[in-house]
């Protein structure tokens, strides 16, 4: 009884020829003389060469304002990121002068306290926004324009921190301070909403 | 697979492209847009995956433009970027294998029925492993070794999941002829 080439053998012909597995050499020199087999090997070449002619899919709408949208989100937070290491650390500069001053007075201030438990909950927020790690997903268009509108607010704000660096009589109050962290916690936590479950699903 | 601007410009789309020019980058997009959708959609099962993989494919090449270095060409490399994205969709959906149940369950189904399926009905009833192996092998040009790399398997993997998919395509198109 004839051994016929299985199709698995005409397939790994078909790649190269190359005599790479055992039992192929056989297959080989059988081809060359089966019709049928040839016949086979024929109907698997048409059938790539009809799968290459296959038309080309196109999407059904345009992605890119949806990609540029996000690559101008990527470079904004890239820049508030930076905006903001340079007022937080600054920022936690005052607050460590606040501590310092609070260990020579006679009463514990409870401005300070405050201020660093707000400081503390932005921290928090920050990292719960690093673990979410927008930058490294897809987002839909208008989520992106929702959190690059949220950035554009906190970097404001991580601007005004930073004029905690300006002479002492432009410098913004322990109050304004405290008002502007707590401002800048209510956005963080719109952002990390933002993320976690769209735009179009916080009411924002 | 490029549009001839690229061709004709790589260089200088590239250097827009690193230099932050929105206007480089989106013909860049432009020129690989139709090749990489499809690649996309020939191997994720829905439209709205294929078009999410697009996405991040592009946001991938943006992020790793800085890091090309032009050994190969720029349509190969941003290819592989596209079908390891799809590649990860694929793995993340965790589509149940339907070819797979059903002929395990009903052998010969199709031909008793004397079925004969398009080409396209065919592919997409593929499992996606199974139709990324077609795909990639038979239409791109991608050996086994880069298969097997690029979906974290071994070449035999690769091999057989072909001689697989060619035994069913064979099948469902009504080629099967005894001999």
Redesign the interface.
């Known amino acids: 009884m004839t051994m016929?080439c299985?199709?698995?053998q005409l397939?790994?012909l078909r790649?190269s020829g190359a005599v790479t597995e055992p039992g192929h050499a056989e297959a080989r020199d059988h081809l060359a003389t089966c019709e049928?087999?040839r016949?086979?090997a024929d109907?698997?070449e048409q059938?790539?060469a009809?799968?290459?002619a296959?038309p080309?899919?196109?999407?059904?709408?345009d992605?890119?304002p949806?990609?540029?949208a996000?690559?101008?989100h990527e470079?904004r937070v890239r820049r508030v990121r930076w905006a903001g290491v340079g007022g937080l650390a600054t920022a936690a500069a005052i607050v460590g002068l606040l501590f310092v001053k609070d260990m020579f007075s006679p009463a514990p201030v409870e401005g300070s306290q405050q201020l660093a438990q707000v400081m503390a909950e932005s921290r928090v927020l920050e990292g719960e926004l690093a673990r979410l790690n927008p930058d490294g997903r897809?987002m839909d268009l208008v989520t992106a324009q929702v959190a690059g509108q949220l950035q554009t607010r906190i970097a404001a704000i991580d601007e005004r921190l930073q004029s905690a660096e300006l002479p002492a009589t432009q410098r913004p109050t322990d109050d304004q301070l405290i008002e502007l962290w707590r401002e800048r916690v209510g956005l963080m936590d719109a952002l990390v909403d933002v993320h976690l479950t769209g735009a179009s699903q916080v009411g924002l | 697979m490029a549009d001839s601007y690229l061709l004709l410009n790589a260089d200088t789309v590239l250097a827009g492209v690193r230099a932050?020019d929105?206007g480089a980058?989106?013909r860049l997009?432009?020129a690989f847009?139709?090749?990489a959708?499809?690649l996309a959609?020939?191997m994720c099962r829905t439209?709205a995956d294929?078009?999410?993989v697009?996405?991040?494919a592009?946001?991938e090449v943006?992020r790793s433009l800085a890091h090309y270095r032009g050994d190969g060409s720029l349509w190969g490399w941003v290819r592989t970027i596209t079908a390891s994205k799809a590649l990860m969709r694929l793995r993340r959906n965790k589509y149940r294998d339907t070819d797979e149940l059903t002929d395990d369950l009903h052998p010969g189904r199709h031909e008793d029925a004397g079925l004969r399926m398009d080409?396209?009905t065919a592919?997409q009833r593929l499992s996606d492993t199974a139709r990324s192996v077609?795909?990639l092998h038979?239409?791109e040009g991608y050996t086994?070794e880069e298969i097997a790399e690029m979906m974290g398997k071994t070449t035999s993997f690769s091999?057989?999941q072909?001689?697989r998919a060619?035994?069913k395509?064979?099948a469902w198109?009504g080629?099967e002829?005894k001999?």
Do not use: M
């Open positions: 016929h299985t199709l698995e397939v790994a790649d049928a087999c016949a086979e109907r698997l059938r790539v009809r799968l290459k296959l080309v899919l196109v999407p059904s709408r992605r890119y949806e990609i540029a996000s690559l101008v470079r897809a | 932050g929105p980058f989106e997009y432009r847009e139709a090749p959708f499809n959609r020939r439209t294929a078009e999410d697009l996405q991040e592009f946001y943006h080409l396209e592919l077609v795909w038979d239409v086994h091999k057989s072909l001689a060619h035994v395509l064979r198109l080629e002829e001999i």
